[in-house]
């Protein structure tokens, strides 16, 4: 088992030097005596049943001396006697516990195991402690990878020391979370090689081919800085994602805005209709991010309409403010409204969902430094609205 941070990425802050962990256990009596006392406590009884997910009771020499059915199943076996006084990893089949005589917590590898080091805190400073955990488990010719979030508590128990330890399996998130930033990175790359590509033929062409070649590497680059903004938006990192204000034409951004929606699904047998701006009307802001809450607004408000609607788009100037409008007929429901800009609420029952509000506000409220907002009613349909400061 390996991983010396903590949840959230930092340093275990453990001493390497209390490793390898004491190769002692508890045997015989001595074991059926601890196995007992855990078994007769209510407390303990009484959360193994009502914890949903991975939960076991460890002494003080990280041996299993309870676990619930989760746990149980989870390692694939029937019998709990099968695994009472075993070790964590010598229960899951960790590779690497058999790496020295004295088992899981005393090889060359345990300074580095989550699972190891929160049971250390857990013991040695008499508080809980969470970290990540990679197991290492054998296959069929080659080794598997689980990867666990570990908590481990002290218990007391009619004045002996017990762990509570909490496992969350997260190996699908962490392979989806891995997945991704792979295919972000690798579609990056790519991305600003089709640029730098670009770059190099509009250089080299004239006439209309180079006004194609330049349409196109202005997509390519904001696709670049699309796919940054994206990265930045999944690990709610913004600070990591700068802003590049220029000057934009409001007829230019509508014009790439509805050739951007004429591609979506969503706006089959529905209408879209863009308010002429007024004449001169150009603002200062970064166009990518503009752009993505705009786009939001219209394929939200587009997929919110029936069929033969239409989804009305304008911008309006003031004396402070520029105010961007996305109307459609629909309406929000009370109680929908409260939670509309919050992230993974979703009206539709599968994953995936959520983001598309939440990102309108967050992108405009803390790139942009604007106001998101929006009124519903039967008599007046549903109208978003983003105020940017002139």
């Keep these: 088992m390996e991983s010396a941070q903590t949840s959230d990425g930092s340093p275990s802050g453990v001493d390497s030097g209390k490793f390898p962990l004491p190769p002692g256990r508890s045997a015989g009596a001595e074991l059926s005596t601890e196995i007992e006392t855990v078994g007769r406590s209510a407390i303990v009884d009484g959360l193994l ?11 003080e ?24 006084g075993l070790r964590l990893g010598e229960a899951v089949h960790c590779t690497h516990a058999e790496h020295a005589p004295g088992g899981c917590g005393t090889t060359e590898f345990c300074p580095t195991c989550g699972a190891a080091i929160a049971q250390v805190i857990s013991l040695t400073e008499n508080r809980a402690a969470e970290r990540l955990c990679t197991i290492e488990i054998p296959g069929d010719d080659t080794h598997n990878n689980l990867f666990f979030r570990v ?9 002996h020391r017990f762990i509570l330890l909490f496992l969350q399996d997260v190996s699908q998130e962490q392979r989806a979370a891995a997945l991704e930033q792979v295919f972000l990175h690798d579609l990056r790359n790519t991305t600003m090689g089709i640029s730098m590509g670009t770059a190099l033929l509009a250089e080299s062409v ?34 990591d994602f700068p802003t590049q204000p220029s000057s934009l034409a409001m007829a230019t951004l509508f014009s790439e805005l509805q050739r951007s929606c004429q591609q979506h699904p969503a706006i089959a047998n529905r209408g879209l209709e863009f308010a002429s701006p007024q004449p001169g009307h150009t603002l200062c802001t970064d166009p990518t991010i503009l752009h993505r809450i705009l786009y939001n607004m219209v394929i939200n408000a587009l997929e919110a309409s029936r069929t033969g609607d239409t989804v009305k788009v304008m911008a309006q100037r003031n004396e402070t403010h ?29 994953f995936g969902h959520g983001l598309g509000t939440y ?22 349909g549903t109208c978003f609205k983003l105020e940017l400061r002139v």
Excluded: Y
């Excluded at 908590?151 to 004045?159: E, F, G, M, T």
């Design 322 to 350: 520029d105010v961007f409008s996305v109307w459609n007929t629909g309406t929000i429901s009370p109680e929908i409204a409260h939670r509309i800009f919050q992230r993974n609420f979703s009206t539709k029952s599968s």
């Design 49 to 59: 049943e009502a914890v949903h997910g991975l939960m076991a009771v460890l002494n």
């Design 61 to 84: 020499n990280r041996q299993l001396l309870a676990l619930n059915d989760g746990m149980l199943h989870a390692l694939g076996v029937k019998s709990l006697e099968k695994v009472l």
């Design 206 to 239: 004239t006439g209309n081919d180079g006004e194609i070649a330049r349409n196109l590497l202005h997509l390519a680059n904001r696709l670049v800085r699309e796919i940054e903004l994206q990265r930045c938006i999944a690990h709610s990192s913004l600070k």
């Design 359 to 380: 990102s309108m506000k967050l992108l405009g409220e803390k790139l942009l430094g604007g106001r998101v907002s929006f009124t519903s009613s039967p008599e007046q």
């Design 151 to 159: 908590r481990a508590s002290p218990l007391v128990i009619a004045s």
